[in-house]
Protein backbone atom coordinates (compact mmCIF):
# COMPACT_ATOMS: atom_id res chain seq x y z
CA UNK A 1 0.00 0.00 0.00
CA UNK A 2 1.66 3.08 -0.92
CA UNK A 3 1.75 6.41 1.30
CA UNK A 4 -0.64 8.44 -0.78
CA UNK A 5 -3.44 5.74 -0.42
CA UNK A 6 -2.85 5.93 3.38
CA UNK A 7 -2.48 9.76 4.41
CA UNK A 8 -5.03 12.19 4.75
CA UNK A 9 -3.59 15.39 2.76
CA UNK A 10 -2.00 18.10 5.56
CA UNK A 11 -2.92 21.45 3.78
CA UNK A 12 -2.23 25.05 4.68
CA UNK A 13 -4.19 28.50 5.26
CA UNK A 14 -4.62 29.32 1.70
CA UNK A 15 -5.65 26.07 0.67
CA UNK A 16 -8.25 26.19 3.21
CA UNK A 17 -9.30 29.70 2.40
CA UNK A 18 -9.70 28.87 -1.10
CA UNK A 19 -11.72 25.23 -0.99
CA UNK A 20 -15.08 24.64 -0.41
CA UNK A 21 -15.81 21.67 2.09
CA UNK A 22 -18.72 19.56 2.62
CA UNK A 23 -17.50 19.62 6.34
CA UNK A 24 -15.87 21.05 8.61
CA UNK A 25 -14.52 19.40 11.99
CA UNK A 26 -12.71 20.66 14.93
CA UNK A 27 -10.75 17.83 16.36
CA UNK A 28 -9.21 15.26 15.38
CA UNK A 29 -9.47 12.72 18.52
CA UNK A 30 -11.55 9.34 17.72
CA UNK A 31 -14.60 11.09 17.22
CA UNK A 32 -13.12 13.51 14.51
CA UNK A 33 -11.66 10.96 13.00
CA UNK A 34 -14.80 8.29 12.90
CA UNK A 35 -16.38 11.34 11.36
CA UNK A 36 -14.32 12.22 8.95
CA UNK A 37 -13.52 8.27 7.80
CA UNK A 38 -17.31 8.13 7.26
CA UNK A 39 -17.71 11.22 5.67
CA UNK A 40 -14.99 11.17 3.31
CA UNK A 41 -15.57 7.77 2.09
CA UNK A 42 -19.06 8.54 0.22
CA UNK A 43 -17.36 11.34 -1.08
CA UNK A 44 -17.64 14.37 0.52
CA UNK A 45 -15.10 16.80 1.09
CA UNK A 46 -13.82 17.11 5.00
CA UNK A 47 -11.40 19.68 6.29
CA UNK A 48 -10.21 18.97 10.06
CA UNK A 49 -9.28 21.64 12.22
CA UNK A 50 -6.42 20.38 14.79
CA UNK A 51 -4.91 22.32 17.59
CA UNK A 52 -1.97 19.93 17.96
CA UNK A 53 0.73 19.50 15.49
CA UNK A 54 0.42 16.75 13.11
CA UNK A 55 3.82 14.81 12.74
CA UNK A 56 2.26 12.01 14.63
CA UNK A 57 1.07 11.34 11.07
CA UNK A 58 3.81 9.38 10.66
CA UNK A 59 5.50 6.12 12.27
CA UNK A 60 9.05 8.39 12.76
CA UNK A 61 6.68 11.52 14.46
CA UNK A 62 4.78 8.29 16.45
CA UNK A 63 8.33 7.06 17.49
CA UNK A 64 9.44 10.71 18.38
CA UNK A 65 5.99 10.79 21.20
CA UNK A 66 7.92 7.34 22.89
CA UNK A 67 11.23 8.46 22.94
CA UNK A 68 10.24 11.86 24.81
CA UNK A 69 8.11 9.52 27.32
CA UNK A 70 11.21 7.89 27.82
CA UNK A 71 13.01 10.86 28.77
CA UNK A 72 10.47 12.51 30.69
CA UNK A 73 11.03 12.61 34.52
CA UNK A 74 7.63 12.62 35.59
CA UNK A 75 5.49 9.91 33.79
CA UNK A 76 2.14 11.07 33.56
CA UNK A 77 -0.29 11.16 31.18
CA UNK A 78 0.78 13.56 28.53
CA UNK A 79 4.41 13.13 29.20
CA UNK A 80 5.12 11.68 25.70
CA UNK A 81 4.17 15.33 24.20
CA UNK A 82 5.54 18.55 24.94
CA UNK A 83 3.91 20.91 26.39
CA UNK A 84 2.10 23.38 24.39
CA UNK A 85 1.35 26.81 25.58
CA UNK A 86 -0.93 27.60 22.34
CA UNK A 87 -2.95 24.12 23.41
CA UNK A 88 -2.55 23.36 26.98
CA UNK A 89 -3.82 20.40 28.24
CA UNK A 90 -4.87 19.58 32.09
CA UNK A 91 -1.87 17.96 33.46
CA UNK A 92 0.19 20.45 31.71
CA UNK A 93 -0.78 22.08 35.16
CA UNK A 94 -4.12 22.63 36.58
CA UNK A 95 -2.86 26.16 37.14
CA UNK A 96 -1.93 26.61 33.75
CA UNK A 97 -5.17 25.30 31.90
CA UNK A 98 -8.10 24.49 34.36
CA UNK A 99 -9.45 27.39 36.89
CA UNK A 100 -10.49 24.78 39.53
CA UNK A 101 -13.32 26.97 41.53
CA UNK A 102 -14.66 23.32 43.04
CA UNK A 103 -15.74 22.72 46.04
CA UNK A 104 -13.66 19.55 44.50
CA UNK A 105 -11.06 19.10 41.43
CA UNK A 106 -12.37 17.84 38.47
CA UNK A 107 -9.03 16.16 38.40
CA UNK A 108 -8.09 14.26 35.18
CA UNK A 109 -6.80 15.03 32.18
CA UNK A 110 -7.34 15.16 28.23
CA UNK A 111 -4.46 15.67 25.42
CA UNK A 112 -4.82 18.20 23.10
CA UNK A 113 -2.64 16.70 20.73
CA UNK A 114 -3.59 14.67 17.05
CA UNK A 115 -5.29 12.23 17.92
CA UNK A 116 -6.81 13.54 21.08
CA UNK A 117 -6.84 11.42 24.07
CA UNK A 118 -6.81 8.19 22.12
CA UNK A 119 -3.20 8.93 22.47
CA UNK A 120 -2.96 8.11 26.52
CA UNK A 121 -6.43 6.63 27.08
CA UNK A 122 -6.21 2.96 28.89
CA UNK A 123 -7.87 0.83 26.51
CA UNK A 124 -11.00 -0.50 27.81
CA UNK A 125 -13.71 -0.66 25.90
CA UNK A 126 -16.71 -1.70 27.94
CA UNK A 127 -20.33 -1.52 26.25
CA UNK A 128 -22.88 0.66 28.55
CA UNK A 129 -25.57 -1.58 30.58
CA UNK A 130 -28.95 -1.46 29.00
CA UNK A 131 -29.99 0.25 32.35
CA UNK A 132 -27.70 2.72 32.12
CA UNK A 133 -29.73 4.33 29.97
CA UNK A 134 -32.59 5.21 32.20
CA UNK A 135 -31.07 6.24 34.96
CA UNK A 136 -33.46 8.88 35.71
CA UNK A 137 -36.40 6.47 35.00
CA UNK A 138 -35.69 3.38 36.76
CA UNK A 139 -33.55 5.00 40.11
CA UNK A 140 -34.79 8.52 39.79
CA UNK A 141 -30.77 10.03 39.52
CA UNK A 142 -29.56 12.18 36.74
CA UNK A 143 -30.85 11.73 33.41
CA UNK A 144 -32.20 9.33 30.41
CA UNK A 145 -31.35 9.23 27.08
CA UNK A 146 -33.27 9.85 24.23
CA UNK A 147 -32.35 6.35 22.72
CA UNK A 148 -32.19 2.65 23.78
CA UNK A 149 -29.03 0.27 24.31
CA UNK A 150 -30.73 -1.62 21.43
CA UNK A 151 -30.92 1.32 19.35
CA UNK A 152 -27.28 1.62 19.94
CA UNK A 153 -26.11 -1.91 19.29
CA UNK A 154 -25.40 -1.77 15.67
CA UNK A 155 -23.47 1.17 16.07
CA UNK A 156 -21.34 -0.61 18.92
CA UNK A 157 -20.15 -3.01 16.68
CA UNK A 158 -19.15 -0.42 13.93
CA UNK A 159 -17.09 0.87 16.70
CA UNK A 160 -15.97 -2.66 17.98
CA UNK A 161 -14.29 -3.04 14.37
CA UNK A 162 -13.04 0.27 14.01
CA UNK A 163 -10.92 -0.21 17.29
CA UNK A 164 -10.45 -3.83 17.00
CA UNK A 165 -11.95 -5.01 20.00
CA UNK A 166 -10.26 -7.77 22.01
CA UNK A 167 -12.22 -9.91 24.63
CA UNK A 168 -14.99 -12.44 25.58
CA UNK A 169 -18.48 -11.77 24.88
CA UNK A 170 -19.55 -14.38 27.09
CA UNK A 171 -17.68 -12.80 29.75
CA UNK A 172 -19.58 -9.69 28.78
CA UNK A 173 -23.04 -11.51 28.71
CA UNK A 174 -22.18 -12.61 32.46
CA UNK A 175 -22.49 -9.13 33.25
CA UNK A 176 -25.99 -8.27 32.00
CA UNK A 177 -24.69 -6.56 28.24
CA UNK A 178 -27.01 -8.33 25.75
CA UNK A 179 -25.67 -9.03 22.17
CA UNK A 180 -26.80 -9.92 19.04
CA UNK A 181 -26.64 -13.82 18.80
CA UNK A 182 -23.28 -15.55 17.27
CA UNK A 183 -21.72 -12.22 17.84
CA UNK A 184 -17.70 -12.13 18.77
CA UNK A 185 -15.25 -9.65 19.05
CA UNK A 186 -12.79 -8.78 16.23
CA UNK A 187 -10.23 -9.93 18.47
CA UNK A 188 -9.51 -12.56 20.81
CA UNK A 189 -9.48 -12.41 25.05
CA UNK A 190 -6.16 -11.06 26.06
CA UNK A 191 -5.65 -13.77 28.98
CA UNK A 192 -5.75 -12.33 32.80
CA UNK A 193 -2.52 -11.37 34.20
CA UNK A 194 -0.65 -13.57 36.77
CA UNK A 195 -1.41 -10.87 39.59
CA UNK A 196 -4.96 -11.50 38.16
CA UNK A 197 -5.06 -15.34 38.57
CA UNK A 198 -3.69 -14.64 42.09
CA UNK A 199 -6.63 -12.88 42.93
CA UNK A 200 -9.05 -14.92 41.54
CA UNK A 201 -7.31 -17.92 43.19
CA UNK A 202 -7.87 -16.59 46.64
CA UNK A 203 -11.50 -14.78 46.31
CA UNK A 204 -13.57 -17.40 44.20
CA UNK A 205 -16.55 -18.21 46.20
CA UNK A 206 -16.37 -15.04 48.25
CA UNK A 207 -20.14 -12.87 48.37
CA UNK A 208 -20.74 -9.28 49.95
CA UNK A 209 -23.73 -7.61 51.19
CA UNK A 210 -24.94 -4.62 49.53
CA UNK A 211 -27.94 -2.83 50.54
CA UNK A 212 -29.57 -6.35 51.02
CA UNK A 213 -28.05 -7.78 47.75
CA UNK A 214 -25.67 -10.71 48.00
CA UNK A 215 -23.06 -9.80 45.25
CA UNK A 216 -20.41 -12.36 43.89
CA UNK A 217 -16.97 -10.99 43.87
CA UNK A 218 -15.81 -12.55 40.68
CA UNK A 219 -13.24 -11.40 37.87
CA UNK A 220 -13.60 -10.97 34.63
CA UNK A 221 -11.06 -9.82 31.92
CA UNK A 222 -12.19 -6.32 29.96
CA UNK A 223 -12.59 -5.86 26.49
CA UNK A 224 -9.96 -4.04 25.03
CA UNK A 225 -8.87 -1.83 22.39
CA UNK A 226 -5.23 -3.45 21.77
CA UNK A 227 -3.94 -6.04 19.73
CA UNK A 228 -4.28 -9.95 20.82
CA UNK A 229 -5.08 -12.57 18.21
CA UNK A 230 -7.43 -12.06 15.26
CA UNK A 231 -10.86 -13.70 16.25
CA UNK A 232 -11.11 -16.34 13.35
CA UNK A 233 -15.01 -16.45 13.89
CA UNK A 234 -15.31 -12.59 13.55
CA UNK A 235 -16.28 -12.77 9.94
CA UNK A 236 -18.90 -15.22 10.40
CA UNK A 237 -21.01 -12.52 12.54
CA UNK A 238 -19.32 -9.74 10.10
CA UNK A 239 -21.21 -10.59 7.35
CA UNK A 240 -18.01 -12.21 5.77
CA UNK A 241 -15.64 -9.21 7.09
CA UNK A 242 -12.47 -10.48 8.57
CA UNK A 243 -10.53 -8.16 11.42
CA UNK A 244 -6.78 -7.18 10.31
CA UNK A 245 -5.29 -4.73 12.97
CA UNK A 246 -3.38 -1.90 11.48
CA UNK A 247 -0.57 0.62 12.86
CA UNK A 248 1.24 3.54 11.95
CA UNK A 249 2.21 3.08 7.76
CA UNK A 250 6.38 4.09 7.11
CA UNK A 251 6.70 6.43 3.92
CA UNK A 252 6.35 3.04 1.64
CA UNK A 253 4.21 0.05 3.62
CA UNK A 254 2.01 -0.57 6.28
CA UNK A 255 3.38 -1.38 9.43
CA UNK A 256 0.64 -3.44 11.57
CA UNK A 257 0.37 -2.52 14.81
CA UNK A 258 2.09 -5.26 17.24
CA UNK A 259 0.55 -8.00 19.71
CA UNK A 260 0.46 -6.59 23.13
CA UNK A 261 3.75 -7.29 24.68
CA UNK A 262 2.99 -6.30 28.51
CA UNK A 263 4.40 -3.43 29.03
CA UNK A 264 2.34 -1.99 31.74
CA UNK A 265 2.62 1.70 30.21
CA UNK A 266 -0.28 1.42 28.54
CA UNK A 267 -1.34 5.42 30.04
CA UNK A 268 0.50 7.33 28.22
CA UNK A 269 1.35 5.53 24.86
CA UNK A 270 2.16 1.68 23.87
CA UNK A 271 5.55 1.45 21.92
CA UNK A 272 4.56 -1.27 19.90
CA UNK A 273 1.33 0.52 18.95
CA UNK A 274 -0.65 -2.36 20.11
CA UNK A 275 -2.98 0.25 21.81
CA UNK A 276 -5.61 2.15 19.57
CA UNK A 277 -5.03 5.19 18.92
CA UNK A 278 -7.42 7.58 16.44
CA UNK A 279 -4.29 7.93 14.44
CA UNK A 280 -5.12 4.64 13.17
CA UNK A 281 -8.27 5.81 11.30
CA UNK A 282 -7.06 8.54 9.72
CA UNK A 283 -4.23 6.34 8.98
CA UNK A 284 -7.12 3.71 7.10
CA UNK A 285 -9.46 6.10 4.92
CA UNK A 286 -10.19 4.45 1.87
CA UNK A 287 -10.16 7.92 -0.36
CA UNK A 288 -7.78 10.31 2.01
CA UNK A 289 -7.26 12.65 -0.85
CA UNK A 290 -10.70 13.66 0.21
CA UNK A 291 -9.57 14.67 3.92
CA UNK A 292 -7.43 18.11 4.59
CA UNK A 293 -6.14 18.33 7.88
CA UNK A 294 -4.47 21.66 8.77
CA UNK A 295 -2.82 21.28 11.97
CA UNK A 296 -1.66 23.97 14.45
CA UNK A 297 -5.20 25.61 14.36
CA UNK A 298 -6.81 26.78 17.43
CA UNK A 299 -10.58 27.09 17.00
CA UNK A 300 -11.87 30.12 19.04
CA UNK A 301 -15.14 31.03 17.69
CA UNK A 302 -18.37 29.88 16.01
CA UNK A 303 -20.12 32.10 12.99
CA UNK A 304 -23.98 31.68 12.84
CA UNK A 305 -26.08 33.93 10.42
CA UNK A 306 -29.60 35.03 11.11
CA UNK A 307 -31.34 32.19 9.98
CA UNK A 308 -29.44 30.27 12.69
CA UNK A 309 -26.96 28.51 11.19
CA UNK A 310 -23.55 28.35 11.43
CA UNK A 311 -21.30 29.77 8.21
CA UNK A 312 -17.80 29.38 9.66
CA UNK A 313 -15.58 28.54 12.28
CA UNK A 314 -12.45 31.18 13.39
CA UNK A 315 -9.17 29.66 14.21
CA UNK A 316 -5.90 31.24 15.04
CA UNK A 317 -2.89 29.49 13.30
CA UNK A 318 0.29 29.63 14.95
CA UNK A 319 3.98 27.82 13.57
CA UNK A 320 5.90 27.83 16.74
CA UNK A 321 4.30 26.54 20.05
CA UNK A 322 6.13 28.61 22.21
CA UNK A 323 5.51 31.91 21.02
CA UNK A 324 1.70 33.39 21.27
CA UNK A 325 2.70 35.11 17.43
CA UNK A 326 -0.30 33.95 15.06
CA UNK A 327 -2.76 34.35 12.49
CA UNK A 328 -6.22 34.93 12.68
CA UNK A 329 -7.62 33.10 10.09
CA UNK A 330 -11.47 32.02 8.67
CA UNK A 331 -12.94 29.04 7.27
CA UNK A 332 -16.63 29.72 5.67
CA UNK A 333 -19.01 27.29 4.70
CA UNK A 334 -20.99 26.91 1.75
CA UNK A 335 -24.72 26.69 1.80
CA UNK A 336 -24.98 22.95 2.75
CA UNK A 337 -21.77 22.54 4.73
CA UNK A 338 -22.28 21.31 8.22
CA UNK A 339 -19.88 21.95 11.00
CA UNK A 340 -19.05 19.02 13.79
CA UNK A 341 -17.27 20.20 16.93
CA UNK A 342 -14.99 16.88 18.20
CA UNK A 343 -12.79 18.72 20.40
CA UNK A 344 -14.18 16.57 23.68
CA UNK A 345 -17.00 17.26 26.50
CA UNK A 346 -14.81 20.26 27.77
CA UNK A 347 -13.52 22.21 24.59
CA UNK A 348 -16.71 21.90 22.82
CA UNK A 349 -18.47 23.54 25.33
CA UNK A 350 -15.66 26.38 25.76
CA UNK A 351 -15.64 26.78 22.03
CA UNK A 352 -19.24 27.47 22.25
CA UNK A 353 -19.38 29.64 25.36
CA UNK A 354 -16.73 31.59 23.85
CA UNK A 355 -18.32 32.59 20.62
CA UNK A 356 -20.80 35.23 21.85
CA UNK A 357 -24.16 33.29 20.63
CA UNK A 358 -27.31 34.86 20.86
CA UNK A 359 -29.31 32.37 21.58
CA UNK A 360 -27.03 30.15 23.49
CA UNK A 361 -28.25 27.24 25.01
CA UNK A 362 -28.37 27.59 28.90
CA UNK A 363 -27.77 24.25 29.08
CA UNK A 364 -24.14 24.76 27.82
CA UNK A 365 -21.34 23.81 29.32
CA UNK A 366 -23.55 21.91 32.40
CA UNK A 367 -24.09 18.65 33.59
CA UNK A 368 -20.15 17.58 33.23
CA UNK A 369 -19.16 14.35 34.15
CA UNK A 370 -16.48 12.07 35.08
CA UNK A 371 -15.67 8.81 36.81
CA UNK A 372 -13.92 9.44 40.21
CA UNK A 373 -11.94 6.72 40.95
CA UNK A 374 -11.21 5.74 44.46
CA UNK A 375 -8.00 3.64 45.17
CA UNK A 376 -6.75 1.56 47.55
CA UNK A 377 -2.74 -0.65 47.72
CA UNK A 378 -0.98 -3.09 49.51
CA UNK A 379 1.14 -6.00 49.32
CA UNK A 380 0.81 -9.03 48.55
CA UNK A 381 2.50 -12.35 50.35
CA UNK A 382 3.92 -12.93 47.52
CA UNK A 383 5.81 -11.98 43.96
CA UNK A 384 2.72 -11.68 41.71
CA UNK A 385 4.24 -10.36 38.49
CA UNK A 386 3.79 -6.75 39.15
CA UNK A 387 4.91 -4.33 36.21
CA UNK A 388 4.03 -7.76 33.72
CA UNK A 389 0.71 -7.32 31.28
CA UNK A 390 -0.92 -4.35 29.97
CA UNK A 391 -2.48 -1.81 32.93
CA UNK A 392 -5.50 -3.45 33.61
CA UNK A 393 -6.41 -7.43 32.03
CA UNK A 394 -9.36 -8.15 34.93
CA UNK A 395 -11.60 -6.97 37.38
CA UNK A 396 -15.28 -7.16 38.90
CA UNK A 397 -17.90 -6.00 36.86
CA UNK A 398 -20.77 -7.35 39.04
CA UNK A 399 -21.88 -4.26 41.00
CA UNK A 400 -22.14 -2.29 37.84
CA UNK A 401 -26.02 -2.88 38.19
CA UNK A 402 -28.36 -3.12 41.23
CA UNK A 403 -31.28 -2.40 43.03
CA UNK A 404 -28.75 -0.98 45.72
CA UNK A 405 -28.25 2.08 42.47
CA UNK A 406 -31.87 3.58 44.25
CA UNK A 407 -29.45 4.95 46.89
CA UNK A 408 -25.84 4.60 45.66
CA UNK A 409 -23.82 4.91 42.66
CA UNK A 410 -22.69 1.47 40.66
CA UNK A 411 -18.72 1.03 40.12
CA UNK A 412 -16.51 -1.69 38.69
CA UNK A 413 -13.24 -2.44 39.85
CA UNK A 414 -9.76 -2.71 38.08
CA UNK A 415 -6.90 -4.87 39.22
CA UNK A 416 -3.86 -3.09 38.17
CA UNK A 417 -0.69 -4.66 37.09
CA UNK A 418 1.62 -1.67 37.26
CA UNK A 419 1.65 -1.25 40.97
CA UNK A 420 1.11 1.57 43.19
CA UNK A 421 1.56 4.59 40.70
CA UNK A 422 -1.49 6.13 40.59
CA UNK A 423 -1.79 6.27 44.23
CA UNK A 424 1.09 8.33 44.11
CA UNK A 425 3.76 6.03 46.42
CA UNK A 426 5.02 3.47 44.03
CA UNK A 427 8.64 2.61 43.69
CA UNK A 428 9.87 5.93 45.07
CA UNK A 429 8.11 5.49 48.80
CA UNK A 430 9.46 2.23 49.05
CA UNK A 431 12.81 2.91 48.27
CA UNK A 432 12.77 6.12 50.37
CA UNK A 433 11.86 3.37 53.28
CA UNK A 434 14.31 0.86 52.32
CA UNK A 435 17.10 3.35 52.31
CA UNK A 436 16.02 6.09 55.03
CA UNK A 437 14.34 4.21 57.36
CA UNK A 438 15.45 0.71 57.08
CA UNK A 439 19.07 1.31 56.02
CA UNK A 440 19.71 -1.27 53.92
CA UNK A 441 21.89 -1.11 50.63
CA UNK A 442 23.90 -3.63 48.11
CA UNK A 443 22.40 -6.50 47.35
CA UNK A 444 20.05 -7.08 50.08
CA UNK A 445 18.73 -3.06 49.39
CA UNK A 446 18.22 -4.50 45.43
CA UNK A 447 16.24 -8.15 46.89
CA UNK A 448 14.73 -5.76 49.16
CA UNK A 449 13.48 -3.60 46.25
CA UNK A 450 12.66 -6.55 44.22
CA UNK A 451 10.95 -8.70 46.64
CA UNK A 452 8.35 -5.36 47.60
CA UNK A 453 7.74 -3.96 43.78
CA UNK A 454 7.03 -7.16 42.62
CA UNK A 455 4.32 -7.87 45.04
CA UNK A 456 2.36 -4.43 44.94
CA UNK A 457 -1.28 -4.05 44.07
CA UNK A 458 -3.39 -1.80 43.06
CA UNK A 459 -7.38 -1.70 43.50
CA UNK A 460 -9.30 0.93 41.34
CA UNK A 461 -12.75 1.49 42.02
CA UNK A 462 -14.52 3.44 39.13
CA UNK A 463 -17.44 5.18 40.39
CA UNK A 464 -20.50 6.10 38.15
CA UNK A 465 -21.14 9.88 38.75
CA UNK A 466 -25.00 11.21 37.86
CA UNK A 467 -25.54 14.19 35.74
CA UNK A 468 -25.79 17.23 37.94
CA UNK A 469 -26.38 21.04 36.17
CA UNK A 470 -24.47 22.09 39.03
CA UNK A 471 -21.43 20.59 37.78
CA UNK A 472 -20.09 22.89 35.15
CA UNK A 473 -17.52 24.56 32.59
CA UNK A 474 -17.86 28.04 32.01
CA UNK A 475 -15.32 30.43 30.82
CA UNK A 476 -14.16 33.84 32.25
CA UNK A 477 -12.13 36.93 30.50
CA UNK A 478 -9.81 36.76 33.18
CA UNK A 479 -8.55 33.22 32.77
CA UNK A 480 -6.87 33.16 29.13
CA UNK A 481 -3.91 30.93 27.51
CA UNK A 482 -0.66 32.24 25.76
CA UNK A 483 -3.21 33.03 22.58
CA UNK A 484 -5.74 34.80 24.69
CA UNK A 485 -8.45 32.17 24.37
CA UNK A 486 -10.39 31.07 26.99
CA UNK A 487 -9.01 28.56 29.41
CA UNK A 488 -12.21 26.41 31.59
CA UNK A 489 -13.54 27.43 34.38
CA UNK A 490 -14.63 24.43 36.69
CA UNK A 491 -17.15 24.04 38.76
CA UNK A 492 -17.70 20.54 40.36
CA UNK A 493 -18.07 18.58 43.02
CA UNK A 494 -19.09 15.22 44.04
CA UNK A 495 -22.71 13.84 45.64
CA UNK A 496 -23.14 11.70 48.84
CA UNK A 497 -24.65 9.55 46.15
CA UNK A 498 -21.19 8.77 44.78
CA UNK A 499 -19.48 9.32 48.32
CA UNK A 500 -21.36 6.05 50.00
CA UNK A 501 -20.68 4.00 47.37
CA UNK A 502 -16.48 5.86 48.61
CA UNK A 503 -16.94 4.38 51.73
CA UNK A 504 -18.37 1.10 50.79
CA UNK A 505 -15.53 0.40 48.10
CA UNK A 506 -13.13 1.03 51.20
CA UNK A 507 -14.71 -1.65 52.46
CA UNK A 508 -14.82 -3.63 50.11
CA UNK A 509 -11.01 -3.33 49.53
CA UNK A 510 -10.06 -4.26 53.18
CA UNK A 511 -12.33 -7.22 52.41
CA UNK A 512 -10.49 -8.30 49.78
CA UNK A 513 -6.89 -7.55 50.83
CA UNK A 514 -7.92 -9.91 54.23
CA UNK A 515 -8.65 -12.93 51.24
CA UNK A 516 -5.63 -12.06 49.81
CA UNK A 517 -3.48 -11.91 53.31
CA UNK A 518 -2.39 -8.49 51.86
CA UNK A 519 -0.65 -5.92 53.79
CA UNK A 520 -3.02 -2.80 53.46
CA UNK A 521 -1.19 0.42 53.07
CA UNK A 522 -3.92 2.32 52.15
CA UNK A 523 -3.97 6.15 53.33
CA UNK A 524 -5.60 9.44 52.36
CA UNK A 525 -3.37 12.68 52.63
CA UNK A 526 -5.79 15.30 54.00
CA UNK A 527 -3.47 17.82 51.80
CA UNK A 528 -4.74 16.69 48.54
CA UNK A 529 -6.90 18.87 46.33
CA UNK A 530 -9.17 15.89 46.34
CA UNK A 531 -9.27 15.10 49.68
CA UNK A 532 -12.74 14.89 51.42
CA UNK A 533 -14.71 13.62 54.64
CA UNK A 534 -17.58 11.18 54.71
CA UNK A 535 -19.41 10.47 57.75
CA UNK A 536 -16.34 11.11 59.85
CA UNK A 537 -13.69 9.19 57.42
CA UNK A 538 -11.19 10.99 54.68
CA UNK A 539 -10.92 9.67 51.48
CA UNK A 540 -9.62 11.12 48.14
CA UNK A 541 -10.26 10.57 44.63
CA UNK A 542 -8.55 10.69 41.18
CA UNK A 543 -10.11 11.62 37.97
CA UNK A 544 -11.21 9.13 35.28
CA UNK A 545 -10.12 11.07 32.08
CA UNK A 546 -13.48 10.59 30.91
CA UNK A 547 -15.17 13.83 30.86
CA UNK A 548 -18.70 14.23 29.49
CA UNK A 549 -22.27 15.65 29.54
CA UNK A 550 -21.68 19.16 28.29
CA UNK A 551 -23.88 19.28 25.68
CA UNK A 552 -26.05 16.40 26.16
CA UNK A 553 -28.93 15.16 23.90
CA UNK A 554 -32.08 14.71 24.81
CA UNK A 555 -35.52 14.91 23.61
CA UNK A 556 -36.23 18.96 23.37
CA UNK A 557 -34.46 21.94 23.57
CA UNK A 558 -35.51 22.75 26.86
CA UNK A 559 -33.77 19.46 28.33
CA UNK A 560 -30.92 19.17 26.13
CA UNK A 561 -28.43 20.53 23.91
CA UNK A 562 -28.30 18.22 21.33
CA UNK A 563 -31.24 15.70 19.37
CA UNK A 564 -30.74 11.78 19.54
CA UNK A 565 -28.03 12.46 16.65
CA UNK A 566 -26.10 14.80 18.28
CA UNK A 567 -26.98 17.59 16.17
CA UNK A 568 -27.47 21.19 17.50
CA UNK A 569 -31.46 22.33 18.50
CA UNK A 570 -30.43 25.99 17.47
CA UNK A 571 -28.73 25.22 14.55
CA UNK A 572 -29.30 22.62 12.12
CA UNK A 573 -25.89 22.27 10.31
CA UNK A 574 -24.25 22.01 13.73
CA UNK A 575 -22.94 18.39 15.10
CA UNK A 576 -21.79 17.86 18.73
CA UNK A 577 -19.79 14.87 18.69
CA UNK A 578 -17.83 13.25 21.91
CA UNK A 579 -18.99 12.06 25.66
CA UNK A 580 -20.07 15.53 26.02
CA UNK A 581 -23.25 14.36 24.24
CA UNK A 582 -24.02 11.29 26.82
CA UNK A 583 -26.74 11.98 29.34
CA UNK A 584 -25.05 9.24 31.84
CA UNK A 585 -21.77 7.37 31.73
CA UNK A 586 -23.01 4.37 33.57
CA UNK A 587 -19.61 2.33 34.99
CA UNK A 588 -17.86 1.84 31.91
CA UNK A 589 -15.49 3.77 29.97
CA UNK A 590 -16.49 6.19 27.65
CA UNK A 591 -14.73 6.08 24.33
CA UNK A 592 -16.70 3.07 23.11
CA UNK A 593 -19.70 4.64 23.52
CA UNK A 594 -18.84 8.02 22.12
CA UNK A 595 -17.22 6.03 19.15
CA UNK A 596 -21.00 4.49 18.68
CA UNK A 597 -22.48 7.52 18.36
CA UNK A 598 -20.35 9.25 16.25
CA UNK A 599 -21.22 6.16 13.76
CA UNK A 600 -25.15 6.00 14.21
CA UNK A 601 -24.50 11.20 13.75
CA UNK A 602 -22.69 10.18 10.92
CA UNK A 603 -25.42 8.80 9.43
CA UNK A 604 -27.53 11.44 9.70
CA UNK A 605 -24.76 14.14 8.92
CA UNK A 606 -24.58 12.06 5.02
CA UNK A 607 -28.66 12.58 5.13
CA UNK A 608 -27.94 16.42 5.53
CA UNK A 609 -25.66 16.62 2.96
CA UNK A 610 -27.70 14.14 0.24
CA UNK A 611 -30.87 16.44 0.58
Known amino acids: MSQSQTTVKLVDCQTVSGTTYDAVIVGAGVAGAIAAKQLSEQGKKVL ?10 TLEGFQSHVDTFYRAVTKNANAPYPKNPNALSPTDGAYYYFEEQGPLPLSGSYTRVLGGTTMHWEGKTLRMLPEDFELRSKYGQGLDWPISYEELMPYYRQAEYEIGVSGSVEGQKGLGIPFTEGYVFPMEELPP ?31 QGRNSVPNPDYKYSNRGREFVPQGIPTQSTVEYGERCQGNANCV ?30 VAYKV ?42 AVENAK ?58 CVFSM ?55 PN ?55 DTDPAYFEYEGEGYWFRGGNHFSGTHVMGTT ?47 QMLKDLNT
Open 48 to 57: ILEAGTGKSL
Open 414 to 468: DIHNDGWGWSGTGATDIVRDVVDQEEKYGSVLRQELISRISRQILLAFMCELPAN
Open 557 to 603: PSNSVVDSNLRSWEHENLYMLGAGSMPSIGSANTTLSLAALTFKASE
Open 268 to 297: PICPVQAKYDALKTLKTIAFPENVHLLSQA
Open 471 to 525: NRVTIDPQYVDQLGNYRPVIHFDVPDYCKKTFAYCRELSKTIFARLGAEDYTHYD
Open 303 to 344: EVGQNGRVTAIHYKKYENKNSAEHTTEVVRGGDKTIFVLAAG
Open 351 to 408: LMLGSDLSNLNPLMGCHLMDHPFLLAWGLMPEVTGTMRGPLVTSGIGTFRRGAFRHNQ
Open 193 to 223: SYLDQKVREKIHGTTVDLDGEIIPLELSTFP
